[in-house]
Nanobody
Framework: QVRLVESGGGLVQAGGSLRLSCAAS??????MGWFRQAPGKGRDFVAGISWNGDSTLYGDSMKGRFTIYSDNAKNTVYLQMNSLRFEDTAVYYCAADVMRNGAWRNPSYWGQGTQVTVSS
C-alpha cells in the first residue's frame, strides 16, 4: 500500500527553525509536497517539489522562509522551515501529486500529519 509517513514536528519558539521529513513507500510520484491545517481552518498548500527537483512551488506566506527539497534515493521529501511565526502553528501533512501545470492541486495521497507548534 501507499504510505506517507511524516516526522520532525514539535514545539519551537518564534523565529526558530524546524525540519519536517516525509518518507514515501509503495509507489513513486511525479511530485510531492506539504499542506497544513490550523484548528478551525481549511487545509492550505505549503510547498511542492517535482520528482526531478527542477520545479518547486510555495504558498505566499512561506516564500523566503520555507525550503522544500527531496532525496530521491530515499523517496523522501523534506520541508525546512525557518523564521517560524506563531501563525505557522498547524498540523502539517505530507502529500503526493500536489502540483500540476505550475499550480497546486488536490493531492492523491495524504500522510497522517505532524503537529508544529510555534510559541510566541
Amino acid at each position: 500500500q501507499v504510505r506517507l509517513v511524516e516526522s520532525g514536528g514539535g514545539l519551537v519558539q518564534a523565529g526558530g527553525s524546524l525540519r519536517l521529513s516525509c518518507a514515501a513507500s509503495g509507489r513513486t510520484f511525479s511530485n510531492m509536497g506539504w499542506f497544513r491545517q490550523a484548528p478551525g481552518k481549511g487545509r492550505d498548500f505549503v510547498a511542492g517539489i517535482s520528482w526531478n527537483g527542477d520545479s518547486t512551488l510555495y504558498g505566499d506566506s512561506m516564500k523566503g522562509r520555507f525550503t522544500i527539497y527531496s532525496d530521491n534515493a530515499k523517496n523522501t521529501v523534506y520541508l525546512q522551515m525557518n523564521s517560524l511565526r506563531f501563525e505557522d502553528t498547524a498540523v502539517y501533512y505530507c502529500a503526493a501529486d500536489v502540483m500540476r501545470n505550475g499550480a497546486w492541486r488536490n493531492p492523491s495521497y495524504w500522510g497522517q500529519g505532524t503537529q508544529v507548534t510555534v510559541s510566541s
